[in-house]
């Protein structure tokens, strides 16, 4: 290792990362979750807003691999549904005299791929009169895999969108407090700290449920980005102006004000490099709480709206026990969420680490 | 320290102020009012309608309807009326009160007596298998949506535990009973899965923060040099180095109230439980405003108020702190 000597900050960070296990296993597992939100109209066998309404409350789809004691390409049974005369509960039973083998490339409903081109062809699919619901069917008779796939595009999304605005907020409004100090720093601290004695999530509550009713999704979905970066500011305006408090007495920064550059140059080209990479984690950091409340409030029926689909949402048809006692698949659209904020949490810990110079937990 | 007690707590006052009236205008962007359910029905007609919004004092612009209720406030203690519930703010959040303080402080005993031990476990067993374990852990509580561990955690209950009556706080029999064995042992049983729903979410944090700092201690020389005499490492560790770790932890509790209101609130919603949390959101459903903005003044005198303490208890156990 000759070349050692001459490592950039930014391969020493990337080194210090790939040391961090389980920080990869979180980058990985968000790559497959928006690689599986980016292809959801083609991997998932029907489209989000398809409902068959002669099967409502299906159990997942049972894949065969044996007919008659042998193996065989997998395939599915048609199910019926039958009601039981006494207690009027539905069930589903499987007529084993059709099999309806999965098929590859099959053309089904078409959707748009991301404004690109229109298609109808999906990954697998089954043949009528078969249907197939790899996690169930919910109370319209839709697709849950599908939409559980589709619902990902909201909640990964939501993350980075609240974030910019976030970001912008905090950089200006820390930056400001932290390089001028002062006056303009006591009247910004004091804003922030009475920002940051709202009770959080009430207030959330409270600005979700002033959107508009008739607002459609879209509008919905950006009124929600709105309140989360107005929410997450304060928070990241804090630690920006601290760094800023100890870089502007930096060797460098007073360098640059004697050679005359402008106080605007200093903050972009020598303050703001300097802090990327706590600016990067911070952001990995925050992704989690976004999605944790985009979750909570499409949940409690204050945010995405149907048909459009998030994996909150897809839970606020469970919310009661009375409601998913019997059907328990309705809950499987969480266990997406928890994978995605543990992901998120892995990755930004790991990355935390990895940008700080100081740790020496990798480097052992 | 006591001036500086008194001005911090001067310095709330404004802060409350502020809040006051900033969530007023935001409870006012919600769409319609607390009349909205009775346009719906026919039976009303429109001059019954103005005659309810004239006695709920519906009928002024919000900014006046925020001036009477603040002056109320402050010259008799008058939180205002619930137009759900037809009685005073003040007894009603009175009645839901007793259900916070049952819930929050095991939440907290739970939280800490649990993160404390298991922190010190993992820095003293520094990339064992057991500190490997509980940071998963710790993390899968703090990614695991409150809602959502409820709900699992409710069929668990009932599926696999048979339990009968799941949510709430008490079974229908104990709700008006006075406090007796069998009323606590019911309360304990519907105690637990409350509790470890909005404690789970916390504890991560606190966890590897108490990690963390005994983990920067243990590398100090005062450490090394009671190695170094020869004292028990169980003497090294408890008395030389947790309790300078701990500390730094009580600005934690402060910090940690935000998440035990939101955890409450998310889970007595969908757990049922009779809290103040729980009126809060049945009043923000029902736009019941004076009831609305009560709960909410309440939940920022509790952060305010908690961070203070944490500020207080931290220069009562570390005397390196000043406050002048």
Not at chain 1, 11 to 37: D, N, S
Not at chain 1, 101 to 129: A, C, K, M, N
Not at chain 1, 161 to 171: D, E
Request: aromatic share 14%; charged share 15%; net charge positive.
């Amino acid at each position: 290792m000759t070349k050692e000597r001459s490592l950039s900050q930014g391969k020493l960070i990337w080194r210090r990362f790939k040391r961090h296990r389980i920080g990869a296993v979180g980058g990985i597992t968000v790559l497959i979750l928006v690689f599986l939100t980016v292809f959801s109209g083609f991997l998932g066998p029907y489209s989000y807003a398809t409902s068959f309404k002669r099967y409502p409350l299906a159990p997942p789809t049972k894949i065969h691999f044996f007919a008659g004691g042998s193996l065989s390409w997998p395939f599915v049974y048609p199910s019926e549904r039958l009601r039981d005369p006494v207690t009027n509960r539905q069930r589903y039973v499987e007529n084993t005299s059709i099999r309806c083998p999965i098929r590859l490339f099959v053309r089904g409903d078409s959707y748009h791929f991301w404004g690109l081109f229109q298609t109808d062809v999906h990954l697998f699919g089954v043949e009528e009169p078969c249907k197939i619901f790899l996690f169930g069917s919910d109370k319209a008779g839709r697709d849950i895999f599908t939409r559980t796939l589709f619902g990902g595009i909201i909640d990964l999304s939501i993350g980075p969108l609240s974030l910019v605005a976030g970001f912008i907020l905090g950089i200006l409004i820390g930056g400001l407090s932290g390089y001028y100090g002062g006056k303009i720093d006591i009247l910004i601290q004091r804003t922030i700290e009475v920002f940051q004695s709202f009770p959080a999530v009430p207030i959330w509550l409270a600005l979700a449920s002033a959107l508009p009713k008739q607002w459609s999704s879209t509008m919905t979905f950006y009124g929600l980005v709105m309140i989360f970066s107005l929410l997450g500011w304060p928070g990241l305006a804090r630690v920006i102006r601290g760094q800023f408090l100890a870089l502007r007495e930096m060797e460098f920064t007073i360098a640059a004000k004697a050679s005359g550059a402008s106080d605007l140059r200093i903050i972009v080209r020598h303050l703001l490099p300097n802090i990327t990479s706590y600016l990067i984690v911070g952001a990995t950091l925050s992704i989690p709480g976004a999605i944790l409340g985009e979750a909570t409030i499409s949940f409690l029926g204050l945010g995405i709206k149907e048909p459009m689909t998030s994996w909150g949402l897809l839970l606020n048809q469970a919310n009661s026990i009375s409601k998913f006692r019997d059907t328990p698949w309705l809950l499987i659209p969480g266990l997406f969420i928890v994978v995605a904020v543990l992901a998120f949490n892995f990755l930004g810990d790991a990355l935390r680490d990895a940008v700080d110079p100081y740790s020496v937990k990798g480097m052992h | 320290m006591l001036s500086y007690i008194i001005r911090r707590t001067l310095y709330m006052l404004p802060t409350l102020l502020i809040i006051s009236f900033v969530s007023f205008g935001i409870i006012q962007l919600i769409p319609g009012d607390f009349l909205n359910q009775y346009r719906m029905n026919p039976r009303f007609d429109p001059e019954t309608l103005q005659q309810f919004a004239k006695n709920f004092g519906l009928d002024k612009p919000w900014i006046v309807r925020y001036g009477i209720w603040m002056k109320n406030i402050l010259t008799r203690g008058d939180f205002g009326y619930s137009f759900e519930m037809h009685q005073p703010v003040t007894s009603l959040f009175l009645q839901r009160l007793p259900a916070t303080v049952l819930i929050s402080f095991p939440v907290f005993l739970f939280v800490w007596l649990l993160s404390l031990p298991i922190g010190i476990y993992s820095a003293t067993h520094q990339y064992s298998l057991g500190d490997h374990a509980f940071t998963f852990l710790g993390f899968v509580g703090l990614s695991i949506p409150n809602f959502f561990f409820a709900l699992v955690l409710m069929y668990v209950l009932v599926v696999y535990l048979g339990s009968g009556s799941v949510g709430g706080l008490f079974s229908q029999a104990y709700i008006s009973a006075p406090w007796s064995l069998a009323k606590f042992k019911d309360y304990l049983w519907h105690l637990w899965p409350v509790v470890i729903v909005i404690g789970t979410s916390s504890m991560a944090g606190l966890l590897r923060y108490m990690r963390g700092n005994l983990l920067d201690i243990l590398g100090m020389q005062y450490v090394k040099t009671a190695r170094a005499k020869g004292l028990a490492e169980r003497i090294v560790i408890y008395k030389h180095a947790v309790r300078n770790a701990v500390n730094p932890l009580i600005t934690m509790f402060g910090m940690s109230l935000p998440d035990l209101i939101s955890g409450s609130l998310i889970t007595a919603i969908i757990m049922d439980l009779p809290n103040v949390e729980r009126l809060y959101w049945d009043a923000l459903m029902k736009q019941d405003e004076y009831v609305v903005m009560t709960v909410l003044m309440f939940f920022s005198v509790a952060l305010l108020m908690g961070n203070l303490l944490a500020d207080i208890m931290l220069a009562w156990v570390d005397p390196r702190i000043r406050y002048d």
